[in-house]
Protein backbone atom coordinates (compact mmCIF):
# COMPACT_ATOMS: atom_id res chain seq x y z
CA UNK A 1 0.00 0.00 0.00
CA UNK A 2 1.31 3.63 -0.38
CA UNK A 3 1.30 5.64 3.05
CA UNK A 4 2.63 8.58 3.85
CA UNK A 5 2.73 10.67 7.70
CA UNK A 6 1.16 13.82 8.08
CA UNK A 7 -0.82 16.64 9.43
CA UNK A 8 -4.25 17.22 8.71
CA UNK A 9 -5.70 20.67 8.67
CA UNK A 10 -9.19 21.16 10.45
CA UNK A 11 -11.79 22.00 8.11
CA UNK A 12 -12.34 25.52 9.06
CA UNK A 13 -8.90 26.17 8.34
CA UNK A 14 -9.14 24.73 4.40
CA UNK A 15 -12.02 26.51 3.90
CA UNK A 16 -10.23 29.91 4.97
CA UNK A 17 -7.89 29.41 2.88
CA UNK A 18 -9.55 27.96 -0.19
CA UNK A 19 -11.37 31.14 -0.29
CA UNK A 20 -8.15 33.24 -0.39
CA UNK A 21 -6.99 31.06 -3.73
CA UNK A 22 -10.66 31.08 -4.82
CA UNK A 23 -9.99 34.62 -6.58
CA UNK A 24 -7.11 33.22 -8.61
CA UNK A 25 -8.36 30.31 -10.31
CA UNK A 26 -9.40 32.06 -13.18
CA UNK A 27 -6.44 33.84 -13.41
CA UNK A 28 -3.78 31.01 -13.36
CA UNK A 29 -6.11 27.84 -15.53
CA UNK A 30 -3.49 26.06 -15.85
CA UNK A 31 -2.46 25.01 -12.55
CA UNK A 32 -3.68 21.84 -10.89
CA UNK A 33 -5.49 23.54 -8.13
CA UNK A 34 -5.08 20.96 -5.32
CA UNK A 35 -9.07 19.84 -3.76
CA UNK A 36 -8.53 20.63 -0.10
CA UNK A 37 -10.03 17.61 0.90
CA UNK A 38 -6.61 16.29 -0.45
CA UNK A 39 -4.46 19.06 1.71
CA UNK A 40 -2.04 17.51 4.18
CA UNK A 41 1.13 18.42 5.47
CA UNK A 42 3.38 15.54 4.61
CA UNK A 43 5.62 14.70 7.43
CA UNK A 44 7.28 11.20 5.93
CA UNK A 45 6.69 10.01 2.59
CA UNK A 46 6.90 6.53 2.49
CA UNK A 47 5.58 5.25 -0.75
CA UNK A 48 4.65 1.18 -1.30
CA UNK A 49 5.12 -0.19 2.31
CA UNK A 50 3.95 -4.27 2.74
CA UNK A 51 1.23 -5.29 4.43
CA UNK A 52 3.70 -6.98 7.00
CA UNK A 53 5.18 -3.90 8.18
CA UNK A 54 2.36 -2.22 9.16
CA UNK A 55 2.12 -3.61 12.80
CA UNK A 56 5.76 -2.60 13.24
CA UNK A 57 5.43 1.15 11.28
CA UNK A 58 2.64 1.73 13.24
CA UNK A 59 4.38 0.72 17.02
CA UNK A 60 6.96 3.06 15.71
CA UNK A 61 5.32 5.82 14.66
CA UNK A 62 3.31 5.58 18.07
CA UNK A 63 6.62 6.18 19.71
CA UNK A 64 7.91 9.09 17.69
CA UNK A 65 4.15 11.15 18.03
CA UNK A 66 4.13 10.64 21.98
CA UNK A 67 7.76 12.17 22.24
CA UNK A 68 6.22 15.45 20.53
CA UNK A 69 3.67 18.12 22.10
CA UNK A 70 1.08 19.29 20.04
CA UNK A 71 1.55 22.61 18.79
CA UNK A 72 0.09 25.36 17.02
CA UNK A 73 0.69 25.95 13.40
CA UNK A 74 -0.81 28.95 11.12
CA UNK A 75 -0.84 28.89 7.14
CA UNK A 76 1.56 31.99 5.51
CA UNK A 77 2.34 33.46 2.55
CA UNK A 78 2.88 31.22 0.03
CA UNK A 79 6.06 30.14 -2.34
CA UNK A 80 7.14 27.45 -5.15
CA UNK A 81 9.22 24.48 -6.05
CA UNK A 82 12.04 24.81 -6.82
CA UNK A 83 11.38 29.06 -7.37
CA UNK A 84 8.64 31.03 -8.25
CA UNK A 85 9.94 31.70 -11.77
CA UNK A 86 10.19 28.27 -12.57
CA UNK A 87 7.87 27.28 -10.51
CA UNK A 88 6.11 22.99 -10.55
CA UNK A 89 4.46 23.36 -7.14
CA UNK A 90 2.76 26.40 -5.51
CA UNK A 91 2.32 26.24 -1.77
CA UNK A 92 1.24 28.04 1.07
CA UNK A 93 3.71 28.59 3.50
CA UNK A 94 4.14 27.32 7.58
CA UNK A 95 3.99 29.38 10.94
CA UNK A 96 4.23 27.98 14.15
CA UNK A 97 2.87 29.92 16.67
CA UNK A 98 4.45 28.70 19.58
CA UNK A 99 7.88 29.82 18.28
CA UNK A 100 9.27 32.89 17.23
CA UNK A 101 8.63 34.89 14.31
CA UNK A 102 10.34 34.21 11.83
CA UNK A 103 9.01 30.59 10.50
CA UNK A 104 7.03 31.83 7.97
CA UNK A 105 7.83 29.36 5.23
CA UNK A 106 10.16 26.36 4.16
CA UNK A 107 13.78 26.74 5.14
CA UNK A 108 13.50 29.18 8.26
CA UNK A 109 15.26 27.35 11.01
CA UNK A 110 14.58 23.95 12.34
CA UNK A 111 11.07 24.50 14.04
CA UNK A 112 9.78 21.66 16.00
CA UNK A 113 7.60 20.31 13.28
CA UNK A 114 10.79 19.77 11.29
CA UNK A 115 12.15 17.95 14.31
CA UNK A 116 8.68 15.76 14.64
CA UNK A 117 9.01 14.99 10.89
CA UNK A 118 12.78 13.92 11.92
CA UNK A 119 11.03 11.73 14.82
CA UNK A 120 8.74 10.54 12.26
CA UNK A 121 11.33 9.19 9.60
CA UNK A 122 13.29 7.19 12.00
CA UNK A 123 10.38 5.42 13.07
CA UNK A 124 9.61 4.42 10.15
CA UNK A 125 13.05 3.78 8.58
CA UNK A 126 13.63 1.27 11.65
CA UNK A 127 10.39 -0.43 10.92
CA UNK A 128 11.53 -1.11 7.60
CA UNK A 129 8.95 1.23 6.16
CA UNK A 130 11.68 3.64 3.93
CA UNK A 131 13.11 1.56 0.80
CA UNK A 132 15.22 4.53 0.02
CA UNK A 133 16.26 7.35 2.14
CA UNK A 134 17.15 10.30 -0.67
CA UNK A 135 18.67 12.50 2.29
CA UNK A 136 16.40 15.18 1.82
CA UNK A 137 16.04 17.99 4.08
CA UNK A 138 12.18 18.41 5.23
CA UNK A 139 10.99 22.09 4.40
CA UNK A 140 7.01 22.02 5.99
CA UNK A 141 4.73 23.64 3.29
CA UNK A 142 1.27 22.61 1.96
CA UNK A 143 1.51 21.77 -1.64
CA UNK A 144 -1.33 23.87 -3.21
CA UNK A 145 -1.31 23.37 -6.62
CA UNK A 146 1.19 21.76 -9.31
CA UNK A 147 2.60 22.50 -12.58
CA UNK A 148 3.06 20.37 -15.73
CA UNK A 149 5.94 22.46 -17.05
CA UNK A 150 8.33 25.47 -15.42
CA UNK A 151 5.97 28.79 -15.52
CA UNK A 152 6.55 32.19 -13.68
CA UNK A 153 4.01 32.50 -10.92
CA UNK A 154 5.89 35.28 -9.11
CA UNK A 155 2.84 37.34 -9.20
CA UNK A 156 0.71 35.05 -7.60
CA UNK A 157 3.38 34.22 -5.07
CA UNK A 158 3.29 38.12 -4.44
CA UNK A 159 -0.31 38.02 -4.06
CA UNK A 160 -1.00 35.34 -1.65
CA UNK A 161 1.96 37.18 0.51
CA UNK A 162 -0.33 38.91 3.09
CA UNK A 163 -2.04 35.66 3.61
CA UNK A 164 -2.22 34.83 7.56
CA UNK A 165 -4.45 32.17 8.43
CA UNK A 166 -6.04 31.47 11.79
CA UNK A 167 -4.16 29.06 14.03
CA UNK A 168 -4.69 25.71 14.60
CA UNK A 169 -3.52 23.21 17.36
CA UNK A 170 -1.76 20.26 15.36
CA UNK A 171 -2.28 17.26 17.77
CA UNK A 172 -2.16 14.31 15.94
CA UNK A 173 0.01 12.38 13.41
CA UNK A 174 -2.11 10.05 10.97
CA UNK A 175 -0.81 7.35 8.78
CA UNK A 176 -2.35 8.15 5.57
CA UNK A 177 -2.71 5.83 2.31
CA UNK A 178 -3.25 7.32 -0.99
CA UNK A 179 -5.54 5.56 -3.53
CA UNK A 180 -4.50 6.32 -6.98
CA UNK A 181 -7.01 6.75 -9.72
CA UNK A 182 -8.47 9.44 -12.29
CA UNK A 183 -9.01 10.86 -8.83
CA UNK A 184 -6.89 10.72 -6.14
CA UNK A 185 -8.44 9.39 -2.76
CA UNK A 186 -6.75 9.69 1.06
CA UNK A 187 -7.43 7.29 3.69
CA UNK A 188 -6.29 7.88 6.98
CA UNK A 189 -5.17 3.82 8.31
CA UNK A 190 -3.96 4.89 12.09
CA UNK A 191 -3.37 8.21 13.97
CA UNK A 192 -1.29 8.61 17.06
CA UNK A 193 -1.80 12.15 19.50
CA UNK A 194 1.30 14.24 20.56
CA UNK A 195 0.93 13.75 23.90
CA UNK A 196 4.66 14.82 25.42
CA UNK A 197 4.18 17.82 28.41
CA UNK A 198 6.54 20.11 26.51
CA UNK A 199 7.82 21.23 23.74
CA UNK A 200 10.81 19.75 21.83
CA UNK A 201 11.13 15.59 20.74
CA UNK A 202 13.97 13.50 20.41
CA UNK A 203 14.23 10.57 17.91
Known amino acids: MRLFAGLLPPQPVRDELARALEPH ?22 GEVAEEVLPELEIRLGRAASRHAPMTLAFTGAGAFPSARRARVLWAGLRDCTESPGGAGPGRGRP ?4 LAESVMA ?12 GKRFRPHLTLARLRADA ?3 PLVEALGPFAGTPWEAGAVHLVRSHLGARVRYETV ?13 D
Do not use: Y
Not at 31 to 41: A, C, G, K, M
Not at 123 to 134: L, S
Not at 190 to 195: D, F, G, S
Open 25 to 46: HAAWPHLRWIDQENWHLTLAFL
Open 112 to 115: RIVR
Open 123 to 134: GARRAGAVQADE
Open 152 to 154: DVS
Open 190 to 202: AEWPLTARAPGGR
